[in-house]
């Protein structure tokens, strides 16, 4: 079941030069007709250089940002404009997880606090109290439910993510876009996380859009990996064919970047380098 469904996706933004009010004005097209699907419980990674336009298009795919042409749809209804009750349905189904979890997370706010704002957004009131809702998210993600009323400076940054996604998982969504969720994370604490969502994924079976530049991390969680390089989709297919058998040029120059941890993956490449 196609859970989303992108369709000639386009984000222009539009960039002053230099002279105030009369300065000539310039648009620079971060996003150029993107199409992609994603299916319902399967993990689509996005992946790209910085500046390639993976952020912009979650972005958009989140309705954080409106796209300049295209279509979103979900669940087959456009949400690309939505307004009103059929936007805030919609973010109740959709929620995102960001890389910089401290910059995400209110300082003023309890852990209680941050976990049920999205409860309070959608005038929810959870069974059994906000206390016993946050304890039990808590111990889901792997925290301590006993520091329900702690605040996010008092956590570290692997333990702060972990509250990013208890916040997410509050209104049970049907997507959850990772906007380089664990890139700013130590490589043993983001193995820890990367785990923690690949076992809430087969718990509930929400879906995943998972945006990242690291392709030794997508390569563990992802279904089927998109490759942007200048706002476009250069390479579309699942892991197996896009890490073993690459038809982008672009593509191939990335894994070359990769440590090489999968010798079955080497091997394919090898034999369709030898086909070519």
Same mark, same amino acid.
């Given at each position: ?7 000639d996706?386009s ?40 500046g ?21 749809e ?9 307004t ?78 972990? #509250?990013? %996604? =208890?916040?997410? /998982?509050? *209104?049970?969504?049907? @997507? ?6 664990? +890139? ?23 879906s995943? #859009?998972f %945006? =990242?530049?690291? /392709?030794a *991390?997508?390569?563990? @969680? ?6 942007? +390089? ?47």
């Amino acid at each position: 079941m196609t859970l989303l469904r992108v369709r000639d996706l386009s984000k222009q933004f539009v960039i002053r030069g230099q002279g105030g009010l009369l300065a000539r004005k310039a648009s620079f097209t971060a996003v150029d007709q993107v199409s992609f699907d994603v299916a319902l419980g399967e993990t689509l990674a996005i992946v790209g250089e910085s500046g390639s336009g993976k952020s912009t298009t979650a972005r958009i795919a989140a309705r954080l940002l409106d796209p300049t042409s295209g279509s979103v749809e979900f669940e087959g209804e456009d949400i690309s404009r939505a307004t009103g009750k059929d936007l805030a349905r919609f973010r109740n189904d959709v929620q995102v997880v960001f890389q910089d979890p401290f910059s995400s997370l209110n300082p003023r706010y309890t852990v209680e606090r941050i976990v049920t704002a999205p409860l309070t957004y959608q005038g929810i009131a959870p069974k059994g109290g906000r206390r016993a809702f946050t304890r039990e998210l808590m111990e889901r993600v792997g925290l301590n439910p006993d520091h329900s009323q702690r605040y996010p400076a008092q956590f570290s940054g692997g333990q702060a993510q972990r #509250i990013g %996604i =208890a916040r997410a /998982l509050a *209104v049970n969504p049907k @997507l959850v876009i990772c906007d380089e969720a664990v +890139s700013a994370l130590d490589v043993s604490i983001q193995a820890q996380v990367i785990k923690l969502l690949m076992r809430l994924q087969r718990e509930s079976g929400f879906s995943y #859009i998972f %945006i =990242a530049h690291d /392709l030794a *991390v997508v390569r563990q @969680l992802s279904h089927r990996v998109a490759v942007m +390089s200048k706002g476009r989709i250069v390479e579309l297919g699942s892991r197996d064919q896009v890490f073993g058998e690459p038809r982008d040029e672009y593509t191939k120059t990335l894994l070359a970047a990769v440590p090489r941890i999968n010798p079955e993956w080497d091997r394919r490449r090898r034999l369709s380098k030898g086909r070519s």
